[in-house]
């Protein structure tokens, strides 16, 4: 056989040279990590098929004796071969063993786990392989005529009951075929060549997908084992998950980190990443200085109304308390409205109430010439259903929403958030209570995931003090700073439970090749 050996830097490096050498259909015989690299042992295909056939079981051979032949994808027969080569290459194991008594009779590591999985999934097939031809040899029994038994015996022994034409026998893959009956027996009709190929086109993207998700796993699998032994990298892949990032994010980011870099450096190199893919507001002054018709939208309790307080406050501070129009659509809370008009109050600033879009549509038009119109909207849930008929009561052209979302929040939580708002056009996103949140990291990752323009900073009550411009730089210090312990901290051990699922795709740093 015309095995090949491939030493790279990595892994992903190392499977692209055995794909250049063996074409996509190359099969991975083995791999692991050297001195001198990563290095995989990989083959083609066909080479493969003919030493299946050569290493055919003496079980398998019986059971196509008796059963007629099917064809048989290339890409089964390879997988056959791959199975039969890794059983011959790993130790023997008992066939009633467990998982655990395996793991500690192999000794295995990650790079080995590949060939234990084949070895058993081959194990189990002879062993339904050879639990079968017994049945098989059995049904096929009673087409013989049966010798001449004595009268007495004959008149004791109960009648075997008649081979029927529907018996079948299950084979693997979920292949079934007719038993052995009567010669007398009629035939059994064969299924539609239709049929057979779309069972055929099944199997195989079914083992399409298993391939897909075995490679993304031990891909993850093998750069987790290389960045443990990065001292550098292990230290910062530690702070992204303690700091509340998630693994997505932190692979990311580590992965085009450039290996020449030392521990300052690196530090550097992740803070000026992070910054550069955080999207905030470039224009200078505030949202007054941009003027318009602003609706804010959020989950119950993320400070809606006092932000509308901060944006009204600043708004009549540089250009009058007459530039302002403050419209209130909270007609679910108790004393939502009475809220805004005590702000107003304070400010000069006349509150309006509006209970459906004509209502509504009357208020601007009156408040048309005010520089600044803040529309405060009612508090509903990331999973209630009456969002769409908030937005469908803000489709007004000239009203742009900034969706107010609490900086403390899980960063499920404000996966869901963006989720349930992934259909509005948004203006931006104002990070509230971000004085009150014990880690930045969950709110700054999804603004990194998302890709969504974040407009300003609340972090407190006081109006109109409590609010900051954002800076992209300063946000991502404080995210990444340390807090002091927590007991939802991971140690270094844990580090692997939190990358060994595989990570959502769809997002790439900007600014940040691979190293």
């Not at 013989?144 to 009648?159: D, G, I, K, L, Q």
């Not at 259903?385 to 052209?397: E, F, G």
Request: aromatic share 4%; with cysteine; proline share 7%.
């Amino acid at each position: 056989m015309n095995a090949q050996r491939f030493v790279a830097p990595n892994s992903r490096e190392a499977m692209a040279l055995a794909r250049a050498a063996f074409g996509d259909h190359a099969v991975i015989l083995s791999s692991r990590s050297t001195d001198a690299g990563f290095e995989v042992v990989a083959t083609s295909e066909e080479q493969l098929s003919a030493i299946a056939t050569q290493v055919a079981t003496p079980a398998a051979q019986a059971s196509r004796a008796t059963l007629p032949e099917t064809p048989t994808p290339r890409s089964a027969r390879a997988t056959v071969g791959l199975q039969q080569r890794a059983a011959a290459q790993l130790p023997p194991v008992s066939p009633d063993s467990t998982v655990a008594q395996d793991s500690e009779t192999l000794a295995m590591s990650t790079l080995s786990f590949q060939e234990y999985v084949r070895e058993r999934m081959l194990r189990k097939r002879r062993e339904a392989l050879q639990g079968r031809a017994p049945e098989s040899a059995g049904a096929a029994r009673p087409a013989v005529p049966p010798r001449a038994a004595p009268a007495s015996t004959a008149a004791r022994a109960p009648a075997a009951p008649a081979p029927r034409d529907d018996d079948a026998m299950v084979l693997p893959f979920g292949r079934s075929a007719p038993a052995a009956s009567a010669p007398q027996a009629a035939a059994t009709p064969r299924r539609a060549p239709a049929d057979d190929a779309a069972r055929a086109s099944r199997l195989e993207a079914q083992l399409a997908a298993m391939q897909a998700m075995m490679e993304e796993r031990f891909q993850t699998l093998a750069w987790l084992g290389q960045s443990r032994l990065n001292p550098i990298q292990s230290t910062l892949m530690l702070k992204f998950i303690r700091a509340g990032y998630s693994p997505t994010v932190a692979r990311a980011v580590l992965e085009r980190l450039p290996a020449h870099l030392g521990a300052a450096d690196a530090w550097r190199w992740t803070l000026e990443v992070l910054a550069r893919n955080l999207r905030v507001a470039r224009e200078p002054g505030h949202l007054c200085d941009e003027g318009g018709v602003f609706a804010l939208i959020g989950s119950t309790g993320v400070g809606k109304t006092t932000t509308a307080a901060k944006l009204a406050a600043q708004c009549v501070k540089a250009y009058g308390a007459n530039s302002v129009g403050l419209i209130s659509l909270d007609t679910y809370r108790v004393a939502g409205y009475e809220q805004l008009r005590a702000y107003g109050r304070m400010l000069g600033v006349v509150a309006h109430q509006a209970h459906d879009r004509a209502a509504l549509q009357d208020l601007l038009e009156l408040l048309a010439n005010k520089r600044m119109v803040i529309i405060d909207t009612a508090g509903l849930g990331q999973k209630d259903p009456r969002i769409q008929d908030t937005m469908a009561l803000l489709q007004a052209p000239q009203i742009r929403k900034l969706l107010v979302v609490n900086a403390g929040s899980h960063g499920d939580t404000l996966d869901d958030v963006f989720q349930a708002y992934r259909d509005t056009p948004l203006h931006g996103v104002i990070l509230s209570k971000v004085d009150e949140a014990a880690k930045l990291g969950p709110a700054v990752d999804a603004l990194i995931r998302h890709q969504v323009v974040l407009r300003g900073l609340t972090t407190g009550q006081r109006v109109p003090e409590d609010w900051q411009r954002p800076d992209a730089a300063a946000l991502v210090r404080l995210s990444m700073g340390g807090r002091g312990k927590s007991a939802f901290d991971p140690t270094s051990a844990e580090l692997p439970f939190f990358f060994t699922d595989p990570v959502q795709s769809g997002w790439q740093p900007e600014g940040a090749a691979h190293a």
